[in-house]
């Protein structure tokens, strides 16, 4: 008989006996046959996509115990009591019980009594706890949130980088799978490494989120348009993002103004008016919220039907967690982001206002510039966010984002990006896109003068067009790698390699642009 064929029978059967489900998630299978197989496993999903029962199905399946490592004290009590109920003996410890019951506790593990144990990390360092598992056999160790064993994620918690060896300290080498949310290579690395995940297989999936769609917007009024958008869909659920405090202020105002209620929400507010506009949102007295991202921590609200950006997030992993509040019904939802280029000098402050290693802040800037590149791909946006992932299941057509839809049409640019490329060419890698976009506009200020550059034979080469039109571009040849910008506070931009050949007209160039549309009334 095949074995490995029969695991995942063993596994389909408890899936539907003890779970009560039809059958496993995009992804789950996966996992859980790796797991089966003895191999370490780093899985990265998405936040309700599934990950307990790819730990649980095979701690199910293990002869011996499994080990459970979370450092959400209140999740614990309930996953514990829901596999309880389905007649699972398992069990939790941690800092929420009194001494005595810890006691007890730890003296059934010694006996083998419970089949899964959930624990803090901090335990692991507790010698009762090592004591009591000395005579029992520990078959598999699940880390979840294992993103905490980083310190490039948002929750590092030192007593993560102690859980190697705590596995190490066991009388026999137990298998090691991690779970997280967060994918970032630098954290994946990390995870492996501080882990000790022995030639791991990585398994990203369930990021994509078919129901919703994807826009990016550049060069809109945004006042007009938040104001033109919300009209048009009174009545629905939807959140705004904005930047900074004020601009939340200045967007209620704004919405008020035009006959539209909305509740609001930051960091500067009373707590107790924070939670009453949360409530109005919640239920749907007041369905659209302006916030910043200090709104949706804990928030599911199943109905939202539209996420706005009224300005771009600080990185891509924000961004799809804040639009990704939209449409958790599984009914079709909008995610729109407006951008405009000031905006990016706004989340370079904050970097600058709020981090302070200089090696972080490269690699925060790094990640605003790929928010930055997501604005002016001509790419599927679904595709690119889930390139950043590094989800499995990408492919290069969605149909159902800006980038995909039928009235987004090509239009070969190549002429334009030879100007451009050729501008930078002259201008040797020293300046801005701010400067490169004024010297192929022709501008004449007193430092264009001053640099001699109106004398390149770029100068002015795209006088017919807006200089907002040509930085726009430029942002379109950086997004796509013919550009690219130096590290640091004042990048400059540079030729890629790509380049060479579009200027010498060896390759051609196509953007995916609006279709010119009917005039719209206002
Ligand atoms: P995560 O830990 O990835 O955030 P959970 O493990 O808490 O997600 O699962 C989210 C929800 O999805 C839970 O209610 C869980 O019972 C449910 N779920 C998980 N797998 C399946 C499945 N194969 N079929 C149906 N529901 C599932
Ligand atoms: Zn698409």
Not at 123 to 130: C, G, I, K, P, S
Not at 139 to 147: G, M
Not at 407 to 429: E, F, P
Request: net charge positive; hydrophobic share 40%; proline share 4%.
């Amino acid at each position: 008989m095949n074995y490995q064929g029969d695991k995942e029978r063993q596994a389909q059967a408890i899936l539907q006996k003890v779970f009560g489900y039809a059958s496993f998630r995009g992804g789950q299978a996966k996992v859980i046959n790796h797991l089966l197989n003895f191999t370490y496993t780093l899985a990265i999903m998405p936040t309700g996509a599934g990950k307990s029962l790819c730990y649980q199905i095979p701690a199910l399946l293990f002869a011996g115990i499994t080990i459970v490592v979370s450092p959400l004290i209140a999740l614990m009590k309930d996953q514990v009591d829901t596999l309880n109920r389905y007649g699972i003996p398992v069990t939790y410890i941690n800092s929420s019980l009194k001494k005595r019951e810890i006691k007890e506790r730890l003296q059934e593990i010694a006996k083998g009594n419970y089949k899964v144990i959930y624990v803090a990390p901090e335990r692991l360092a507790a010698e009762e706890f090592v004591q009591s598992l000395k005579h029992v056999k520990v078959d598999f160790i699940a880390v979840d949130e294992a993103h905490c064993t980083s310190q490039w994620g948002h929750d590092f918690r030192p007593s993560y980088r102690r859980i190697a060896a705590f596995i190490q300290n066991l009388p026999q080498r137990p298998l090691v799978g991690a779970f997280t949310a967060t994918a970032t290579p630098e954290i994946k690395s990390d995870i492996i490494k501080f882990l000790a995940l022995k030639e791991p297989r990585v398994v990203v999936t369930g990021f994509d989120r078919q129901n919703l769609h994807y826009a990016v917007l550049r060069g809109q009024n945004k006042q007009e348009f938040v104001v033109d958008y919300v009209l048009a869909n009174r009545g629905k659920a939807g959140i705004i993002y904005a930047a900074t405090r004020n601009d939340v202020d200045k967007i209620s105002e704004l919405l008020n103004k035009n006959g539209i209620l909305c509740s609001k929400y930051h960091a500067g507010m009373r707590d107790a008016e924070r939670t009453e506009n949360q409530e109005n949102f919640l239920q749907g007295k007041l369905p659209v919220m302006v916030a910043t991202n200090a709104f949706g921590m804990g928030i599911d609200k199943p109905d939202v039907r539209f996420v706005i950006h009224y300005s771009i997030p600080k990185n891509l992993e924000s961004y799809y967690q804040e639009a990704g509040r939209a449409g958790r019904d599984g009914e079709p939802a909008h995610c729109l982001l407006l951008f405009h280029p000031q905006d990016v000098m706004v989340q370079k402050y904050l970097i600058e206002e709020t981090v302070y290693s200089p090696r972080r802040k490269e690699h925060e800037l790094k990640k605003l510039q790929m928010v930055v590149d997501y604005c002016h791909t001509s790419k599927c946006l679904r595709q690119t966010l889930l390139d950043y992932f590094g989800d499995e299941e990408s492919r290069d057509y969605c149909g159902n984002c800006s980038n995909c839809l039928d009235d987004a049409i090509n239009v070969d640019v190549t002429l334009d990006a030879q100007k451009a490329l050729s501008c930078v060419y002259r201008l040797k890698g020293r300046f801005g896109s701010s400067m490169v976009a004024q010297v192929l506009k022709g501008a004449r200020t007193k430092r264009i003068r001053q640099l001699k550059l109106d004398h390149l034979s770029t100068y002015g080469l795209m006088a017919e067009k807006e200089l907002a039109e040509i930085r726009d571009f430029l942002g379109f040849l950086i997004a796509e790698g013919y550009l690219c910008l130096t590290k640091g506070k004042y990048p400059v931009v540079k030729l890629t390699k790509n380049a060479i050949d579009v200027l010498k007209g060896h390759k051609k160039i196509t953007r995916k642009m609006p279709a010119p549309k009917s005039t719209r009334q206002t």
